[in-house]
């Protein structure tokens, strides 16, 4: 059996406002533009979280036990469902309660913080797990990484953390002449098992479905069950990967992606050879082929695949160092919402939106950055961020009471 | 008087300083016309009143100006033109020769059109904007009704050449700015030349300093007899009260406000940051302004790691630049070349102690400010360190300074510039 693993990455950060000025710093604790994180959500979920969950609800009933679908679905994505939607989070409920969706651990707060404090990614991806048992009555076996930025390391971190298997982009660099359509295991691992992602079939749906200038356009449900029943004889396992919004949100309803994913799962079983599971089903189905060794951080952003989109200017760079700097100071002061307000800064999206490579994926950051610039961007973190160390500042120096 | 821009519209120090000096003209006895590219909103008042480039018709007096127009024949406007090296605009030369001939500008005048369009902004069409104003000063020349044409910076040279030449009237021109301080060693050769062509054509030059004085000798060839200096001021009635504000305690505020292009030094106050930023953490930096370097120095910041510590503001406007001054405890101006400079006086009306460039021109009139050449930016640094950690220096700078600025008014200004008039008046 061949099978197809569909993951889909939802979130949504807690933007800034951006007429947080140097004036506030001091005086004004107030950060969030509740306005703009409010009608985005409601947006996307009107033209996403609704539809789309709808859609996959009814394909599951159609394919009792056949159909299958994986969310990650971040902490503070779901603590915005909480706050301005509950209905969206009741729609996912109800997706979980039908036992063919698996939820997946990731951080709470889609950070980079593996990459700058082991303790902090260790805390945030238990806080992560808790949500999800929370919400879905699931206890997630299954890692991924924001953004599904991977190396050796974070395999092995996650693997003591209990983790079975992860998820990773099926970069070049990391596959070379291999084919990403097998269950692969980290280097150095015995029981992790590694899903890389087929960016080809995956970026097929995600960025290409409705782009005309594509040779392959208009992409139907019979054409890529083609493509996919083509890899019958050299591969086991077809991960597609993407974000959430690409239905509805980033391809928009009128495209017809609704009408190609509500076909699609009809079009794969016309080949009795393939199925679809869950990530945390493949180790059932499959061992590893090969260990593969990824020493340097790959993730799944732009062509590159790399951290660039987060790190590397001295804008991002500064301005992760110093956030992740007051780590011991903010949780010495052992207050939840201080902790709590520093941990949202960690959010990628913050150091994305600071990006300056406008090139080739530039059209991308654009659409996803609230600012006009990289510049305001940092220049609004920076302020809330010193507002941020005034009151952990003020509040170290309090007087302790025994 | 030929100006190009006007509080509250303005970009930069020259609506201010205009403004300035006439109302320190007016405040001498001088009876005085303003004349803008465009009116937004400005009434003039009892003082003074305004002229818009762009309303030429509605002026009572169109029918001197059709009249003087008639007794010239277009022949002799086109010789008029071509003798004057500078005129060449095609624009210039073809308005007078066949577009815009006598009957065509008396019908212009009659409808009640403008006759030419100004937007008064410094965008791409400039030099055109400039060339036009020209046509206006011409026209406004021809009224002949004033003893002294006075034009404030490039921009209005052409204007201010044009009048003299239709009235025979004197021309002053006032040199707020000179091409050397807004591009350095790279020169704009078109507005160069025009500031050359104002400067010669001149009966009188007023320049904002000395050090300003000495670009016009030595870059442009003038001859000193030509050049009066006369020091710009500030308005001391401006001060409002700080309003509620809350310092912290113990923590210092070093501002540089101004636009953050190449002439304002901002990279050099960067630089001087740093190295006090490794010293001493109890003081914030600001940058307030915007400017064509704005980014490349949020860059430079970032990569010396002092996010926590400098911090950016933006273009500030109306209370909040009297909030940033009220704010800070050192100003500090490292201009890499400024004619005047007026921003130190507006930080010494909040008490604010300054370090100032030795290449600017309110360096001549503040003995007891703090100077420093620009690019020397150790002695910056063990400067602004110096004010921060020694309150009763600070306040003493401050305190000196703000002795100095007694005697700098703009109706000085306008006493001394009359004297010049009164040199000049045929």
Request: charged letters at 25%; glycine letters at 6%; proline letters at 4%.
């Given at each position: 059996?061949?099978?197809?693993?569909?993951?889909?990455?939802?979130?949504?950060?807690?933007?800034?406002?951006?007429?947080?000025?140097?004036?506030?710093?001091?005086?004004?604790?107030?950060?969030?533009?509740?306005?703009?994180?409010?009608?985005?959500?409601?947006?996307?979920?009107?033209?996403?979280?609704?539809?789309?969950?709808?859609?996959?609800?009814?394909?599951?009933?159609?394919?009792?036990?056949?159909?299958?679908?994986?969310?990650?679905?971040?902490?503070?994505?779901?603590?915005?469902?909480?706050?301005?939607?509950?209905?969206?989070?009741?729609?996912?409920?109800?997706?979980?309660?039908?036992?063919?969706?698996?939820?997946?651990?990731?951080?709470?707060?889609?950070?980079?913080?593996?990459?700058?404090?082991?303790?902090?990614?260790?805390?945030?991806?238990?806080?992560?797990?808790?949500?999800?048992?929370?919400?879905?009555?699931?206890?997630?076996?299954?890692?991924?990484?924001?953004?599904?930025?991977?190396?050796?390391?974070?395999?092995?971190?996650?693997?003591?953390?209990?983790?079975?298997?992860?998820?990773?982009?099926?970069?070049?660099?990391?596959?070379?002449?291999?084919?990403?359509?097998?269950?692969?295991?980290?280097?150095?691992?015995?029981?992790?098992?590694?899903?890389?992602?087929?960016?080809?079939?995956?970026?097929?749906?995600?960025?290409?479905?409705?782009?005309?200038?594509?040779?392959?356009?208009?992409?139907?449900?019979?054409?890529?069950?083609?493509?996919?029943?083509?890899?019958?004889?050299?591969?086991?396992?077809?991960?597609?990967?993407?974000?959430?919004?690409?239905?509805?949100?980033?391809?928009?309803?009128?495209?017809?992606?609704?009408?190609?994913?509500?076909?699609?799962?009809?079009?794969?079983?016309?080949?009795?050879?393939?199925?679809?599971?869950?990530?945390?089903?493949?180790?059932?189905?499959?061992?590893?082929?090969?260990?593969?060794?990824?020493?340097?951080?790959?993730?799944?952003?732009?062509?590159?695949?790399?951290?660039?989109?987060?790190?590397?200017?001295?804008?991002?760079?500064?301005?992760?160092?110093?956030?992740?700097?007051?780590?011991?100071?903010?949780?010495?002061?052992?207050?939840?919402?201080?902790?709590?307000?520093?941990?949202?800064?960690?959010?990628?999206?913050?150091?994305?939106?600071?990006?300056?490579?406008?090139?080739?994926?530039?059209?991308?950051?654009?659409?996803?950055?609230?600012?006009?610039?990289?510049?305001?961007?940092?220049?609004?973190?920076?302020?809330?961020?010193?507002?941020?160390?005034?009151?952990?500042?003020?509040?170290?120096?309090?007087?302790?009471?025994? | 008087?030929?100006?190009?821009?006007?509080?509250?519209?303005?970009?930069?120090?020259?609506?201010?300083?205009?403004?300035?000096?006439?109302?320190?003209?007016?405040?001498?006895?001088?009876?005085?016309?303003?004349?803008?590219?465009?009116?937004?909103?400005?009434?003039?008042?009892?003082?003074?009143?305004?002229?818009?480039?762009?309303?030429v018709?509605?002026i009572?007096r169109y029918s001197k100006v059709i009249q003087a127009l008639s007794?010239?024949?277009?022949?002799?406007?086109?010789?008029?033109?071509?003798?004057?090296?500078?005129?060449?605009?095609?624009?210039?030369?073809?308005?007078?020769?066949?577009?815009?001939?006598?009957?065509?500008l008396k019908?212009?005048i009659?409808?009640?059109?403008?006759?030419?369009?100004?937007?008064?902004?410094?965008?791409?069409?400039?030099?055109?904007?400039?060339?036009?104003?020209?046509?206006?000063?011409e026209i406004l020349g021809f009224g002949n009704?004033?003893?002294?044409?006075?034009?404030?910076?490039?921009?209005?040279?052409?204007?201010?050449?044009?009048?003299?030449?239709s009235?025979?009237?004197?021309?002053?021109?006032?040199?707020?700015?000179?091409?050397?301080?807004?591009?350095?060693?790279?020169?704009?050769?078109?507005?160069?030349?025009?500031?050359?062509?104002?400067?010669?054509?001149?009966?009188?030059?007023?320049?904002?300093?000395?050090?300003?004085?000495?670009?016009?000798?030595?870059?442009?060839?003038?001859?000193?007899?030509?050049?009066?200096?006369?020091?710009?001021?500030?308005?001391?009635?401006?001060?409002?009260?700080?309003?509620?504000?809350?310092?912290?305690?113990?923590?210092?505020?070093?501002?540089?406000?101004?636009?953050?292009?190449?002439?304002?030094?901002?990279?050099?106050?960067?630089?001087?940051?740093?190295?006090?930023?490794?010293?001493?953490?109890?003081?914030?930096?600001?940058?307030?302004?915007?400017?064509?370097?704005?980014?490349?120095?949020?860059?430079?910041?970032?990569?010396?790691?002092?996010?926590?510590?400098?911090?950016?503001?933006?273009?500030?406007?109306?209370?909040?630049?009297?909030?940033?001054?009220?704010?800070?405890?050192?100003?500090?101006?490292?201009?890499?070349?400024?004619?005047?400079?007026?921003?130190?006086?507006?930080?010494?009306?909040?008490?604010?102690?300054?370090?100032?460039?030795?290449?600017?021109?309110?360096?001549?009139?503040?003995?007891?400010?703090?100077?420093?050449?620009?690019?020397?930016?150790?002695?910056?640094?063990?400067?602004?360190?110096?004010?921060?950690?020694?309150?009763?220096?600070?306040?003493?700078?401050?305190?000196?300074?703000?002795?100095?600025?007694?005697?700098?008014?703009?109706?000085?200004?306008?006493?001394?510039?009359?004297?010049?008039?009164?040199?000049?008046?045929?």
């Amino acid at each position: 059996m061949i099978s197809i693993v569909f993951y889909f990455q939802v979130h949504q950060p807690f933007r800034l406002r951006k007429d947080y000025t140097f004036f506030d710093i001091g005086h004004n604790h107030f950060y969030e533009d509740e306005e703009a994180n409010r009608s985005i959500l409601n947006k996307v979920a009107e033209k996403c979280y609704f539809p789309t969950n709808q859609m996959l609800l009814e394909l599951i009933n159609r394919y009792p036990g056949a159909f299958k679908v994986s969310f990650s679905i971040s902490g503070v994505a779901l603590e915005q469902f909480e706050k301005y939607n509950p209905y969206v989070l009741e729609s996912f409920q109800k997706l979980a309660a039908t036992g063919q969706v698996e939820f997946i651990a990731e951080t709470y707060y889609h950070s980079l913080s593996f990459l700058f404090s082991k303790e902090e990614f260790k805390e945030q991806v238990k806080l992560q797990s808790e949500k999800v048992r929370q919400y879905f009555g699931q206890n997630p076996t299954t890692f991924r990484n924001t953004e599904l930025i991977y190396n050796n390391d974070l395999a092995h971190f996650v693997e003591k953390m209990g983790f079975n298997t992860i998820l990773a982009e099926g970069a070049n660099q990391v596959l070379g002449w291999r084919s990403p359509n097998f269950l692969y295991q980290p280097v150095g691992s015995y029981k992790m098992n590694l899903l890389l992602k087929n960016y080809k079939l995956s970026d097929d749906i995600a960025f290409r479905f409705s782009n005309r200038a594509w040779e392959e356009y208009p992409l139907t449900a019979d054409k890529f069950a083609s493509w996919v029943h083509a890899t019958a004889g050299n591969g086991e396992l077809i991960n597609l990967f993407m974000d959430y919004e690409t239905f509805g949100e980033h391809q928009w309803a009128e495209t017809g992606i609704f009408d190609f994913m509500r076909a699609l799962p009809e079009a794969i079983f016309r080949h009795p050879d393939f199925q679809f599971i869950t990530p945390g089903e493949a180790k059932n189905f499959y061992t590893p082929l090969a260990q593969i060794d990824v020493p340097y951080f790959v993730s799944w952003a732009d062509l590159e695949r790399d951290l660039t989109a987060w790190l590397g200017n001295p804008l991002q760079d500064a301005a992760i160092e110093k956030i992740y700097e007051i780590e011991k100071m903010v949780k010495a002061t052992g207050d939840k919402d201080i902790i709590h307000t520093w941990r949202k800064l960690l959010t990628s999206d913050h150091f994305y939106y600071m990006c300056t490579k406008w090139f080739s994926d530039g059209d991308v950051h654009k659409y996803f950055n609230p600012y006009e610039t990289p510049y305001d961007a940092f220049i609004t973190y920076s302020n809330v961020m010193n507002d941020l160390i005034e009151t952990v500042k003020e509040k170290s120096n309090e007087p302790v009471v025994a | 008087m030929f100006g190009w821009e006007f509080p509250p519209f303005i970009s930069g120090g020259l609506g201010t300083a205009s403004h300035g000096i006439a109302k320190g003209l007016v405040n001498n006895g001088v009876q005085l016309t303003f004349v803008l590219p465009t009116r937004r909103g400005l009434q003039g008042d009892d003082k003074f009143k305004i002229i818009a480039a762009d309303e030429v018709h509605k002026i009572e007096r169109y029918s001197k100006v059709i009249q003087a127009l008639s007794t010239i024949s277009k022949k002799e406007i086109k010789k008029e033109f071509t003798i004057a090296p500078y005129f060449t605009s095609e624009d210039y030369v073809e308005y007078f020769t066949t577009n815009h001939d006598v009957v065509t500008l008396k019908k212009i005048i009659k409808s009640n059109k403008g006759l030419l369009h100004f937007t008064g902004n410094y965008g791409k069409d400039l030099l055109d904007e400039v060339y036009r104003y020209g046509i206006i000063g011409e026209i406004l020349g021809f009224g002949n009704d004033f003893d002294i044409i006075h034009a404030h910076d490039w921009l209005t040279y052409y204007a201010g050449v044009a009048a003299k030449r239709s009235s025979g009237k004197p021309l002053v021109i006032h040199v707020h700015a000179t091409e050397f301080d807004r591009s350095g060693e790279h020169v704009n050769q078109t507005v160069y030349d025009i500031e050359r062509f104002g400067m010669e054509n001149a009966d009188k030059i007023i320049a904002v300093s000395y050090y300003t004085k000495n670009i016009i000798v030595s870059r442009y060839g003038i001859a000193p007899e030509k050049v009066e200096v006369v020091h710009n001021a500030v308005d001391k009635t401006r001060k409002l009260e700080a309003f509620g504000l809350k310092k912290k305690e113990g923590e210092k505020i070093v501002l540089f406000m101004g636009r953050i292009t190449m002439q304002k030094g901002p990279d050099y106050f960067v630089e001087a940051a740093y190295r006090v930023y490794r010293k001493n953490k109890n003081v914030r930096f600001v940058m307030a302004g915007t400017g064509d370097m704005l980014p490349r120095m949020i860059l430079r910041m970032a990569k010396l790691r002092m996010l926590d510590r400098f911090h950016f503001t933006g273009f500030l406007k109306g209370l909040d630049v009297e909030r940033m001054y009220a704010m800070s405890d050192v100003y500090v101006m490292p201009s890499v070349s400024e004619p005047f400079g007026i921003a130190p006086f507006e930080a010494l009306l909040y008490d604010v102690p300054i370090i100032i460039s030795k290449q600017s021109g309110i360096s001549e009139v503040l003995p007891h400010a703090l100077k420093i050449d620009f690019w020397d930016i150790n002695k910056m640094a063990e400067l602004i360190l110096l004010l921060i950690e020694n309150e009763q220096i600070a306040k003493d700078i401050a305190d000196k300074c703000k002795d100095d600025m007694k005697n700098i008014g703009w109706d000085n200004a306008g006493n001394k510039i009359k004297q010049i008039y009164e040199s000049i008046k045929s």
